[in-house]
């Protein structure tokens, strides 16, 4: 008779179906390349996902392959609209409007720098050219996690615009502006953050952004005429 401590060590050896298999070596890994990027070494990704070299590559072509998929499975997941929405749904729609601003610009930021981060890890491989030994399947799911991410993009920004509206609500007959223009406004602070080389200044903090977008740069309308 099979013990219950015999069936539960069969049940933790089983083999990961692929999609399994995969799936786990795109997660243990993905921190690993979030901090190294495309220099990341087969060695050191194989330690990570804690297999042999040679049975991470029975799964991916190459480390190109691998790699990309990691960038592309990050990009959807710091762009997926449920977690956007909860977070604008997290604001708390009692605090002072540029508080609030504040808090959604400061999401935001953080949102892009991740996406940022991944944009220059598949920046990166394609400067290496690095793709050139991609299997055909390799390559047909990445683009398939293309596609999955561009389609994605447009949910995502629905829901932004969604959720930037709903928070500005409590304040509609206060905004100067068209609430939409109010939520462009927004965006662009948030963009701000953006990694940019010729940048002349530090990017703004969140709560600076707020206070220009609320308030603007200038106190009254009547302080930019002289008396004749």
Do not use: C
């Not at 993905?30 to 050191?44: C, F, H, Y």
């Not at 996902?49 to 790699?67: P, Q, W, Y």
């Not at 592309?72 to 997926?80: P, Q």
């Not at 598949?122 to 030994?133: F, I, N, P, Q, V």
Request: glycine share 4%; proline share 6%.
């Amino acid at each position: 008779m099979v013990s219950s401590q015999q069936v539960e060590t069969r049940r933790r050896a089983a083999p990961l179906a692929p999609e399994e298999r995969r799936a786990a070596i795109i997660d243990s890994v993905m921190p690993l390349v979030a901090s190294q990027g495309a220099d990341v070494t087969t060695r050191e990704l194989a330690a990570a996902a804690g297999v042999a070299e040679g049975t991470l590559f029975r799964v991916f072509s190459d480390k190109s392959a691998l790699v990309a998929e990691v960038a592309i499975t990050a990009l959807l997941r710091a762009s997926e609209p449920a977690a956007t929405r909860a977070d604008l749904e997290s604001v708390d729609r009692s605090l002072p409007l540029v508080e609030r601003v504040a808090t959604i610009i400061d999401q935001g930021q953080g949102r892009m720098e991740q996406s940022a981060r991944w944009f220059g890890v598949l920046r990166s491989l394609r400067e290496r050219s690095d793709g050139a030994t991609r299997s055909p399947a390799d390559e047909e799911r990445i683009r398939g996690l293309r596609t999955r991410l561009m389609t994605q993009h447009e949910l995502h920004r629905a829901v932004v615009s969604e959720g930037l509206t709903a928070a500005l609500a409590p304040d509609l007959d206060r905004l100067r502006v068209p609430i939409d223009v109010a939520a462009a406004l927004i965006e662009a602070a948030i963009v701000h953050r953006r990694p940019d080389p010729g940048r002349l200044a530090p990017s703004l903090p969140a709560s600076v952004l707020a206070d220009a977008v609320v308030n603007g740069i200038v106190t009254t309308y009547a302080s930019q005429s002289k008396e004749p």
